[in-house]
């Protein structure tokens, strides 16, 4: 018998990945079923992070309206927004609680997917979108620090471009000044200026929302062809009907999640946790104020920067990309238990830096 040659290989992973015979109402509505067992809250993780990813995409339209993507104007727009315009505020800190909200319940999804090893195949394609996603909702943060151009906004956006460029120390010769190159094409110009504050506003209004909007298409659709993976070793045997149930009860989950995001946004402004001092607009001419650091999202990668040598972060963060991208092989034989000890080890890394990073750095450094 002979081996299917590399062509018909391929076309039969994606027609094992992608079983379009089911893009019919009767597989995608009528017989589809939820699981229910011990883990079934996870399912709703997802759709919560969908829920604030739309958020994010109307309120940021509502905040186009007023916005000057210029370092002239940039931070008075934001600040005749926030203190003038009607709902101003609300809306501003809507958007900015929902980004927060939205990478929190990314994260939790994500854990929870490789806890219950829900990569496995044929769904290989659903968790290479999902680490894609993840990734662009991080520079989505990134990319809309920026915008506001403050104190804190332009100096943080300067330690990260730095650190790129920081690199390159540790390349080979003949790929030393790549990352130099990187960084000023990301900048535009040598210094962080009207091109960076251009660049940075089409990244995070078009490129990124159009570039996700591909990604969770594809993941949607991964998750419709196949339905909710079997998430536990032992099935109960129980399942509850896509449609209505599981859909009323996604429904439900986003009327509260739309409810505490108001409540909060309504009585706790987002710029509060900082000092005044970091929220002025930026001045090119003055010193880095002290308090400068990233958005809690980026604690994970900012603290291990400030207490590791450098080339030991980026070497870490380097395999863990490529170990991301590799989760079905990498784990394909490995027990949902062991995957749920590993989740819980990330877990509790991501807890414990988040919240007490900055004890931890003055307990090693002294200060």
């Known amino acids: 018998m002979s081996r299917p040659s590399l062509m018909q290989s391929i ?3 994606f027609t094992d990945r992608f079983p379009t015979t089911k893009l019919n109402w009767n597989d995608l509505v009528v017989k589809k079923t939820v699981p229910e067992h011990r883990m079934s809250w996870a399912y709703y993780l997802g759709g919560l992070a969908l829920f604030f990813f739309v958020v994010q995409v109307i309120t940021g339209l509502l905040l186009l309206l007023y916005y000057e993507p210029t ?3 940039a931070h008075a727009s934001v600040q005749y927004l926030t203190d003038y315009v009607p709902n101003g ?3 501003r800190n809507m958007h900015a609680w929902s980004a927060s909200f939205m990478i929190f319940f990314v994260l939790c999804h994500f854990l929870t ?3 219950m090893k829900a990569f496995a195949r044929p769904r290989e394609i659903t968790w290479l979108a999902g680490v894609i996603m993840l990734f662009t909702v991080f520079t989505f943060g990134f990319t809309g620090y920026l915008l506001p151009w403050s104190q804190i ?3 943080a956006t300067k330690v990260v471009l730095q650190s790129i460029e920081q690199v390159g120390q540790y390349l ?3 790929l030393a000044g790549l990352p130099t190159t990187i960084r000023y094409a990301i900048q535009g110009e040598p210094g962080i200026g009207q091109a960076t504050l251009s660049r940075f506003f089409a990244i995070h209004v078009l490129v990124l929302p159009l570039a996700l909007a591909l990604v969770l298409g594809v993941h949607l659709l991964s998750i419709q062809l196949h339905g909710m993976s079997q998430g536990v ?4 045997g129980r399942s509850m009907r896509f449609f209505p149930t599981y859909l009323m009860k996604d429904l439900r989950a986003w009327t509260v999640a739309l409810l505490a995001l108001y409540l909060v946004a309504l009585t706790v402004p987002f710029d509060s946790f900082l000092p005044f001092t970091l929220l002025q607009p930026f001045n090119s001419l003055g010193s880095t104020p002290l308090g400068i650091k990233p958005e809690w999202y980026f604690y994970p990668v900012y603290y291990p920067m400030e207490l590791l040598p450098f080339w030991v972060v980026m070497l870490g963060m380097g395999a863990l990309t490529v170990g991301l991208l590799l989760v079905p092989w990498l784990f394909r034989g490995a027990r949902r238990r062991t995957l749920a000890a590993l989740s819980g080890l990330a877990a509790l890394y991501l807890v414990v830096i988040i919240l007490f990073g900055h004890q931890i750095y003055v307990l090693v450094k002294g200060g």
């Open 153 to 155: 906004s332009v100096n």
């Open 11 to 13: 076309g039969d992973f």
């Open 233 to 236: 070793d032992r099935t109960t």
């Open 172 to 174: 080979p010769a003949a």
């Open 113 to 115: 997917t490789m806890a």
């Open 89 to 91: 505020a609300l809306i």
């Open 71 to 73: 370092v002239s104007d």
